[in-house]
């Protein structure tokens, strides 16, 4: 679908928030999908881009960073400028009516996007966690802040925040004894995996959303496959990318 | 509007336009983008006997105007599509093509056996080159194509193509051994074998390290296999690689290709094969051609 590129802007150098005008989508999408955009230039792939948020029932934020040849060539993109994207694509993060006790949303570096819809659309305001490598990668507090009970910060070099692992915050939030009802979260597998199991050892509901290389993004030629615990292979576009984390082999 | 019904070893489609199997699941997901009924065929992805897991992620790299993959044939096994997918394909007027994969020739005959007649046409992958055990042993060696595929239509009445891989030395050796064998059509080509290394890592991006080539990239190798293999037998062909519009698909058909399969170009337009059709259509008429089939091999070559 060709959709009008609303609004740009450069939170840091190389992130880029992107608002693209397409009420369709905007009111469809659920936190957790994605979209899947043509970048153009030589990039012959679409590349897969979490729903950050979606406004008013007309358009849909989201926010990438420059990694390689396809995201380079997209944030060339200027307001006005028709994009052709698909979405939104995907099984979302499933979201409760209610909650039991804290939902913690915890994210790490690009992980951290597709969690703002999902704060907002939670019945509670959550716990959110955020982890950066440092005090300049560090984006977005504020708006999570309004849209959190509380955000915890953490960064790998300690210019910002907790010194070490945002997982680590996860740990000690369990050990004070909070009641934890649901837990949410996207970001690098290492860490992905240590809140997983965090999570398992003490009952508490998990959802992790997978990062694959992708084709078509819509489930047909199943180039996307992450592992499950019981060993089938299954796709990361159309049964994911969230899953329940007690389900993925995160080694396989 | 030109007349564009082909007829493919006795089996009538509404136009030339059918989907690349692997690259179309078995219809469902694009169902949602379009009415499959617009489809000369659906080729669907490939079925084993058994259930396949395929390989680990990932699966796909990007390279120059096409991609690598390495799915490894995963697919819940034929058994599995005929209890859950059959019915839900045929409520649509297209004709549906089983793409058959296995390991040794008892497994394609025991896929073809369990599909019986129930879809219209089998492509017989003997070509993908992710089957350690065979899949690439088959589709190189003369004596195994023309044993293969003689065994599969001793055990089915089925309408027979054989898929012919672009990874060897003569192709039209592997389509007179298919048609030796008994084979009805032929198509090509399946993939080509390439790599992707990532020089951040200096490691493959797959996986598995080597994976097929398909998309614009590989179109030029595939149209000249066409112009030969059409030279060399009298059998129907499929023609497919790197299809991305109505001008690619009539270079095949100039080249001697009687129908076009769209993959690749799908994976990043779900629009691709209705666009393909439509292109086919507007060139003939542009053309003043009044059938698809007056194209068919009329490449006016030099010399
Ligand atoms: C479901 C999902 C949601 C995502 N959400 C976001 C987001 O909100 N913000 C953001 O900045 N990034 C996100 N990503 C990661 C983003 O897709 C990659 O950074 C991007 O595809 C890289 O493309 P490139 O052109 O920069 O790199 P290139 O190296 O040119 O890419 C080459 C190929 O590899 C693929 N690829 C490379 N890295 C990745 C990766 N990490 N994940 C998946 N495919 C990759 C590309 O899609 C492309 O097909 C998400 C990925 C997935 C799967
Ligand atoms: C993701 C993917 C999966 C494929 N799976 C199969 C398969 O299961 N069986 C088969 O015969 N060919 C398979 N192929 C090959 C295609 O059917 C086709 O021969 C090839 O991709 C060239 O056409 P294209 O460039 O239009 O994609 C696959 C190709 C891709 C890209
Ligand atoms: S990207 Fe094609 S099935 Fe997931």
């Known amino acids: 679908m060709l959709c009008k590129l609303a609004f740009k802007s450069e939170l840091r150098q190389g992130l880029y928030n992107f608002i693209i005008d397409c009420p369709e989508m905007a009111k469809a999408a659920k936190p957790g999908q994605f979209v899947h955009v043509l970048c153009g230039g030589s990039a012959y792939l679409r590349r897969p881009i979490s729903i950050c948020d979606a406004v008013n029932d007309r358009f849909v934020r989201f926010i990438f960073e420059v990694r390689g040849k396809g995201t380079a060539e997209l944030a060339k993109a200027q307001p006005e400028q028709l994009l052709d994207v698909l979405g939104p694509l995907g099984n979302g993060f499933e979201v409760p009516e209610e909650l039991s006790g804290e939902a913690v949303l915890i994210g790490g570096g690009i992980g951290i996007f597709p969690l703002l819809m999902l704060a907002k659309k939670l019945p509670q305001k959550p716990l959110v966690m955020l982890g950066f490598r440092d005090k300049q990668s560090a984006v977005m507090i504020r708006e999570f802040s309004n849209a959190a009970k509380e955000v915890f910060v953490a960064s790998d070099d300690g210019s910002i925040g907790h010194k070490g692992f945002v997982t680590d915050m996860l740990k000690s939030k369990i050990a004070s004894g909070a009641k934890i009802d649901k837990i949410y979260t996207c970001g690098p597998v290492p860490m992905m995996k240590i809140v997983a199991d965090t999570a398992k050892e003490n009952n508490i509901e998990c959802m992790v959303s997978m990062e694959e290389r992708m084709g078509c993004g819509v489930g047909a030629c199943v180039t996307c496959t992450c592992t499950m615990t019981d060993g089938s292979r299954r796709r990361v576009c159309k049964d994911g990318p969230v899953f329940n984390g007690a389900e993925v082999d995160f080694d396989g | ?303």
């Not at chain 2, 003997?126 to 004596?143: H, R, Y």
């Not at chain 2, 080597?210 to 990239?217: F, Y």
């Open chain 2, 1 to 303: 509007m030109a007349d564009l019904r082909v007829n493919i070893a006795g089996v009538e489609w509404s136009n030339p336009v059918t989907t690349a199997s692997g690259t179309f699941g078995f219809g469902r997901e694009y169902a949602e983008y379009f009415d499959l009924s617009n489809l000369g065929a659906v080729c669907l992805k490939a079925l084993s006997a058994k259930p396949r897991l395929g390989n680990r992620s990932p699966r796909i790299a990007e390279v120059n105007d096409g991609i690598l993959n390495s799915v490894g044939l995963q697919n819940p096994g034929a058994q599995h599509f005929i209890d859950n997918e059959l019915e839900w394909l045929r409520q649509f007027d297209t004709k549906i093509i089983a793409n058959l994969c296995g390991s040794t020739v008892e497994d394609y005959v025991e896929v073809a056996e369990i599909l019986g007649d129930k879809v219209d046409m089998f492509e017989l992958n003997i070509s993908c080159p992710n089957v350690k055990e065979g899949g690439m042993a088959f589709g190189t060696d003369p004596k195994m194509i023309e044993d293969i595929t003689s065994r599969v239509k001793a055990a089915s009445k089925v309408p027979l193509i054989v898929k012919l891989s672009p990874n060897v030395t003569d192709i039209t050796e592997m389509a007179k051994a298919a048609e030796a064998g008994g084979a009805d059509a032929v198509s090509l080509i399946n993939t080509l074998l390439g790599m992707k290394i990532d020089i951040k890592t200096r490691k493959p991006v797959l996986y598995n390290n080597m994976g097929g080539l398909s998309g614009p990239a590989v179109m030029p190798v595939a149209v000249r296999m066409v112009y030969q293999v059409r030279r060399a037998v009298k059998l129907p062909i499929i023609g497919m690689g790197g299809i991305a519009t109505g001008e690619d698909a009539i270079e095949f058909l100039l080249a001697g290709a009687d129908a076009v399969a769209v993959g690749t170009a799908g994976i990043v337009d779900p629009y691709a094969w209705i666009k393909v059709r439509s292109g086919i259509n507007d060139y003939l008429d542009r053309n003043g051609y009044n059938s698809v089939k007056d194209i068919v091999g009329k490449v006016d070559i030099n010399g």
